[in-house]
């Protein structure tokens, strides 16, 4: 079985994807660590994000493996490095490049045999576009905003609401304007609207819909 969970940043398809994947006994993939995995690496060799020609073959030549919340890079762990705000504006910016998504799509595809709960912004329309089970959650930018300050602040760190709200506001733009595998619902997804749903109820709602699908 694969399951198809996209939506915008703090839409909450991470957390919701790992609990449906346990619930279910399959693998959770967050491909979202793939394009943060590929940004961190542009840095460190500094790449500029425009540079489409080199980040492709960067893209093409790294073995990434992710798994959970972690995610290594030629068999290294990157996983404390790759959650920064900077790194999820570079990865959002290295998701604009067509040769970098056709070397992560490839690599997800192969993830997705024998089954797997994996989370995107391009799951249910590119990756996996014929599974029955796919889900778009949404939730406004406000409550976004207010997800990612909470989660900030879990960590002991201070958070500007107002610069988050912007970089979530920013991102959405991006992601969903980019040329190459907007983010956008499939015509056939589930949309889940989470602003009046905990992380239970997203759950209960998700898995809900896949028992009625089989
Ligand atoms: O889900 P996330 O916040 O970790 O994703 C970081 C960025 O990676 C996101 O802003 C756009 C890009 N991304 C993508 O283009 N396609 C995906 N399937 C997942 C992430």
Redesign the pocket.
């Known amino acids: 079985m694969i399951v198809a969970i996209d939506g915008p ?1 703090g839409s909450g398809k ?1 957390a919701v994807g790992r609990r449906v994947a346990e619930a279910l006994g399959l693998p959770f993939v ?4 793939m ?2 995995a590929i940004a961190l690496l542009a840095l460190e060799r500094g790449l500029e994000p425009t540079d489409g020609a080199a980040l492709s073959r960067l893209a093409h030549q790294v073995r990434l493996k992710v798994d959970g919340r972690k995610v290594w890079i030629d068999g290294d762990d990157y996983t404390d490095r790759v959650y920064s705000p900077e790194l ?1 504006e570079a ?2 910016l290295v ?1 604009k490049v067509a040769g970098v998504r056709l070397a992560l799509v490839a690599q997800q595809r192969a993830l997705g045999r024998p089954g797997v709960v994996m ?5 249910g329309t590119v990756v996996f576009p014929d599974t029955l089970h796919k889900f778009f959650l949404t939730a406004s930018v406000e409550e976004r905003a207010r997800r990612r300050a909470a989660q900030i602040d879990a960590r002991g760190e201070q958070a500007d609401p107002a610069q988050l709200r912007r970089e979530v506001e920013e ?1 959405d733009r991006r ?1 969903s304007q980019r040329s190459v595998a907007p983010m956008r619902a499939a015509d056939d997804a589930t949309v889940i609207d989470t602003n009046q749903l905990d992380l239970e109820a997203t759950v209960a709602e998700v898995l809900r819909h896949i028992r009625e699908q089989s």
């Open positions: 940043a991470s967050d491909s979202g660590l394009y943060r999820s990865a959002s998701g989370a995107g912004r391009d799951i991102r992601d």
